[in-house]
């Protein structure tokens, strides 16, 4: 099938709910980026076994979860294939025949791997978690991304997808296409403690699914600047978590609350309430659109339809691949 827009392919490991960390770090560019590219988003339910396989009766549930918020957090079933990567058993063919050439010591020192195997308090690592980025870059690879959005955190394993695809169009035949990345410019968001990124496991989060209540008292309870007892006393923004949120989702508002906030002119709670219904303003469509999505069989179907649509594109490349290594015994 001729390409006739650049395509990217994202996505991520179903582990729970998404929150605003998430949104601003990778959905809300997903979300533009639909537009302009033939986009493809991965739900990699087989990576997230790499680090929870014992916990698999949460993975239906997980799925579900994160493709309904997508679909609440604007990605557009029309114009961007969602789809689970266990059900594309070409994907796994695919890592298979890259693993032959994959250096171990090359996984052993990839930094993420690294990183993520001692955030995990993994003594002794997988076979399958050591060679995940070898299945990514199988995600990659069978649908010819050319660009993948992605964080700091993954750019090792995108430099590993080139070398493997690279080999691989040099071992048989250049059938392959090289992704870049395409790195989005948004930091990562910190959490409602303030002491380390937003994150689910941290219990830190904003999620997208909160209703304006508990938005408003997540933010509430969020804790400020610790010199301010009073509201006229003198405030340092720069030390507040708070203030970041404005930074990210007040931008219009953002140099008049710092100014206010350091001749005491603004209190907490205000400025809270001030943030809270910002990010109710952001929310409130996505929450429209998980009301329409609350009747599951909807999602159902379009992960269903998605899946094939990616599976044939998958179909497709492995007909090039192995016909490059010869071993398309039958066509
Ligand atoms: N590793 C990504 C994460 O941790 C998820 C992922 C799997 C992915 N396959 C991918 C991302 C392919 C980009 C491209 O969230
Ligand atoms: Fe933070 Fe706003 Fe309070 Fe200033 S006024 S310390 S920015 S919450």
């Given at each position: 099938m001729p390409k006739s827009r650049k395509r990217i392919l994202t996505g991520d490991r179903p582990t729970g709910a998404l929150h605003l960390g998430h949104y601003v770090g990778s959905l809300a560019n997903r979300v533009k980026l639909q537009d302009d590219y033939e986009s493809y988003i991965i739900i990699a339910d087989v990576q997230a076994l790499t680090t929870h396989w014992e916990k698999d009766e949460n993975l239906t549930r997980d799925v579900f979860q994160i493709a309904t918020d997508y679909l609440a957090a604007g990605i557009n079933p029309e114009k961007s294939t969602i789809f689970i990567q266990s059900r594309i058993p070409e994907i796994h063919e695919l890592t298979m025949y890259f693993s032959m050439y994959t250096s171990v010591n090359v996984l052993r020192h990839n930094p993420t791997i690294k990183s993520?195997?001692?955030?995990?308090?993994?003594?002794?690592?997988?076979?399958?978690?050591?060679?995940?980025?070898?299945?990514?870059?199988?995600?990659?690879?069978?649908?010819?991304?050319?660009?993948?959005?992605?964080?700091?955190?993954q750019i090792p394993h995108i430099e590993l997808a080139r070398k493997i695809v690279r080999r691989f169009n040099d071992l048989y035949k250049p059938v392959l296409v090289e992704p870049q990345v395409l790195i989005g410019d948004i930091p990562r968001l910190i959490g409602l403690d303030g002491k380390a990124k937003m994150s689910k496991s941290l219990n830190n989060a904003i999620f997208l699914m909160d209703s304006p209540l508990e938005v408003e008292q997540k933010v509430q309870n969020a804790v400020t600047d610790p010199a301010r007892i009073r509201k006229t006393d003198p405030g340092h923004p720069e030390v507040c978590t708070i203030f970041e949120y404005q930074k990210v989702f007040n931008p219009g508002e953002v140099e008049q609350i710092e100014n206010e906030c350091r001749q005491g002119k603004i209190g907490c709670v205000a400025c809270k309430k001030n943030l809270a219904s910002k990010l109710n303003l952001l929310l409130e469509p996505m929450r429209e659109r998980r009301q329409k999505y609350s009747d599951r069989s909807l999602v159902m179907d379009i992960l269903k339809e998605g899946t094939n649509r990616a599976h044939q594109v998958a179909r497709e490349t492995m007909a090039d691949v192995r016909e490059a290594m010869n071993i398309n015994y039958f066509a």
């Open positions: 993520e195997a001692a955030q995990h308090g993994f003594k002794d690592i997988t076979y399958g978690f050591l060679g995940y980025p070898v299945s990514q870059t199988a995600d990659i690879a069978i649908f010819k991304a050319d660009l993948v959005p992605v964080g700091e955190d």
